[in-house]
């Protein structure tokens, strides 16, 4: 048999092994959000700074930023979860999928110090402290690996979430350094827009390859910014064509925000439904 094949064959089964699938838990997750407990939900903390808060600073003035206010992106939204008896949220979004119920966010918002989210929703274009038209969407299955701090998410919506959201598309491996938005739901950090964790921010600048794991962008995106998308070839004017996730916000320290490098076999890997 030729070697080639049989080290892609090994290398198949070790994302296989390594792959964690989490069937959901909730059937009331819909429920139990009530209004007051999204409103006193907690931000999940980025890691890399424990328990502290990221401080505004100056440097926001220098970098360009939205604030969709007037127009939500359905396609990106707020994800809310209970976490080792904790009601927190994180960003996610949808990613273009055959099933178009997919979306993904950061493993930590998913699975930490062996405890499993619980009562897992997703608020497509969540903004001003509100749902969009779409209200709550419940998540009925979640994926993650070992390797990396992303996951993949089933949502449970008749006929497919992204025909409603569009969807990002994924599977492009860029040159760095690369263009790209992130997205996110701030309650801190450097991006200059309202960081009160109800509308959802996006910084627009270049994202570096720091390593052969990890891409950064210079400057802190916030707790509460877990799990957004970062997309190269967003263009806000052309709603048809969203863009390509290349990371997911996953860690910070004083300076940067990173993302692991996506491994787009593995994701496929996760995507089970």
Known sequence: MNKEYISYILIVLMIIENAFTQPIISENAIDYWTPEK?????????PGIKNKTINNSEK????????????????????????DGVDL???ASVINTKNRNTGMTAKHCLYSNGAHS??????????????SYLGK???TNASWADDG??????????GGLQY??????????????????????????????TQDGNNLCIWRGDADQQNHGNISVPLQLGHGSSGGPWVMGNNMSNPKNLGHVIGITAFVDESHTYSYILNFTLIRKLITW
Do not use: Q
């Open 38 to 46: 999204m409103l006193n939900a907690k931000p999940l903390h980025l």
């Open 60 to 83: 926001a003035n220098l970098f360009a930023s939205e604030d969709e206010n007037k127009n939500p992106l359905l396609a990106v939204g707020r994800f809310f979860f209970t976490l």
């Open 89 to 91: 949220w994180c960003t």
């Open 118 to 131: 619980v009562n897992m929703i997703f608020c497509p274009g969540y903004n001003k402290g509100n749902t």
């Open 137 to 139: 969407i419940r998540v």
């Open 149 to 158: 701090d992303y996951g993949v998410l089933k949502f449970h919506y008749k």
């Open 164 to 193: 409603k959201t569009r969807a990002f598309g994924w599977g492009l491996k860029p040159s760095y350094p690369v263009r790209i938005a992130t997205f996110g739901y701030p309650v801190d950090g450097d991006v200059n827009c």
